[in-house]
């Protein structure tokens, strides 16, 4: 779940899809409506999924190896300095089951 623009993020993402990984990735409308080149290179590899959620309150990544969970201020902000990390599995299966909770409930874009 991304809730920042973060031009870090896509080059770690496009490596790491060109390897073969599977990422699925849930954004608000507004990293859509904003990088639809970016987002439109991501959906070219069959193994992507990328899905709008504009109500998420945290920011936060889940991958077999850990969480970092980024809860935001009072002001919409958030310092990523100060993310909760956890590299054991029930930090990680927190993660997994919260991250299935918003791709749930969010809209899953296939095209631009």
Do not use: M, Q
Not at 3 to 25: C, M, Q, S, Y
Not at 29 to 48: G, W
């Amino acid at each position: 779940i991304f809730k920042v623009k973060n031009e870090e993020a896509r080059v770690h993402f496009i490596p790491t899809l060109k390897d073969g990984v599977f990422v699925t990735l849930c954004a608000p409308l507004v990293i859509k409506n904003e990088h639809n080149a970016e987002i439109e290179e991501y959906l070219k590899f069959k193994h992507t999924s990328f899905h709008v959620y504009d109500t998420a309150k945290v920011a936060f990544v889940v991958t077999d190896r850990f969480l970092s969970l980024s809860l935001f201020f009072k002001n919409g902000t958030f310092d990523p300095r100060s993310d909760l990390v956890g590299f054991d599995s029930s930090s990680i299966k927190w993660g997994e089951d919260l991250f299935k909770y918003y791709k749930e409930n969010a809209v899953e874009i296939k095209t631009l």
